[in-house]
């Protein structure tokens, strides 16, 4: 298996990738929303890797700009969304190896903090812890029950205590529809 950045001729296949990861309901606004990432400007700079194997893209990652309201305009943040992997090779540590190998190329390029709303099961065990109590504000408010799914991780220690504030995503990540669960 291979992680490797993604290219224009692997667009359809990573759309593919995350309507059969996401399944018949969330599926197609999912892929619509990386179809919109691609195409935004404020989304830049991003990350987009893909898994491969024997040929076939089996997973994919998205990083995208973010911006934290009051911090001096040098700080570079990105956000983890989304994430997919083929459901006929999930839990092989597919996923795992496109957050890392994002996580690592993130950090080459001098990126401070990468935040992520998901399963605060899995993300932990990549680094990522609640955000929230920090005093990092998602765009939309989550719910109480939900507060430990937005998380964050500093790529160089220095920031987490000293920074607060509000995060502001690309314009097609920042709609509430997306940050109703
Ligand atoms: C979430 C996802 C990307 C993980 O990819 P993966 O390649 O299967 O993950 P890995 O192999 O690295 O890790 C598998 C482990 O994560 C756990 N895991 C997977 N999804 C999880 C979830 N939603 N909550 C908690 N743990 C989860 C598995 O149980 C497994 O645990 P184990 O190692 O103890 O057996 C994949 O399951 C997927 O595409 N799911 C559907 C789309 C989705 O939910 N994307 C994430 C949105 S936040």
Same mark, same amino acid.
């Not at 969330?26 to 893909?50: C, H, N, R, W």
């Not at 459901?87 to 996580?103: H, T």
């Not at 190329?105 to 899995?122: I, N, R, S, T």
């Given at each position: 298996?291979?992680?490797?950045?993604?290219?224009?001729?692997?667009?359809?296949?990573?759309?593919?990738?995350?309507?059969?990861?996401?399944?018949?309901? #969330? @599926?197609?606004?999912?892929?619509?929303?990386?179809?919109?990432?691609? %195409?935004?400007?404020? !989304? /830049?700079?991003? $990350? =987009?890797?893909?898994?491969?194997? #024997? @040929?076939?893209?089996?997973?994919?990652?998205?990083?995208?700009?973010? %911006?934290?309201?009051? !911090? /001096?305009?040098? $700080? =570079?943040?990105?956000?983890?969304?989304?994430?997919?992997?083929?459901?006929?090779?999930?839990?092989?540590?597919?996923?795992?190896?496109?957050?890392?190998?994002? $996580?690592?190329?993130?950090?080459?390029?001098?990126?401070?903090?990468?935040?992520?709303?998901?399963?605060?099961?899995?993300?932990?065990?990549?680094?990522?812890?609640?955000?929230?109590?920090?005093?990092?504000?998602?765009?939309?408010?989550?719910?109480?029950?939900?507060?430990?799914?937005?998380?964050?991780?500093?790529?160089?220690?220095?920031?987490?205590?000293?920074?607060?504030?509000?995060?502001?995503?690309?314009?097609?990540?920042?709609?509430?529809?997306?940050?109703?669960?």
């Amino acid at each position: 298996m291979e992680v490797r950045k993604a290219i224009n001729t692997d667009f359809a296949e990573i759309l593919d990738v995350h309507k059969a990861a996401f399944g018949e309901k #969330k @599926g197609p606004e999912i892929a619509q929303l990386v179809d919109d990432l691609f %195409t935004d400007i404020s !989304a /830049s700079p991003s $990350l =987009s890797l893909v898994a491969v194997e #024997k @040929g076939v893209i089996v997973g994919h990652i998205l990083y995208t700009k973010v %911006t934290l309201q009051g !911090a /001096s305009q040098g $700080l =570079s943040c990105q956000i983890l969304a989304p994430l997919a992997v083929l459901p006929d090779v999930q839990g092989k540590g597919i996923g795992r190896k496109l957050i890392e190998a994002g $996580l690592r190329e993130l950090k080459m390029g001098d990126v401070q903090l990468v935040f992520v709303l998901g399963h605060p099961g899995y993300y932990p065990r990549c680094g990522f812890i609640p955000a929230g109590e920090l005093g990092f504000e998602a765009p939309y408010p989550i719910p109480e029950e939900h507060a430990g799914a937005w998380m964050v991780q500093e790529l160089f220690p220095g920031n987490i205590g000293s920074l607060k504030g509000q995060v502001q995503c690309c314009h097609a990540l920042n709609k509430p529809e997306h940050w109703r669960e």
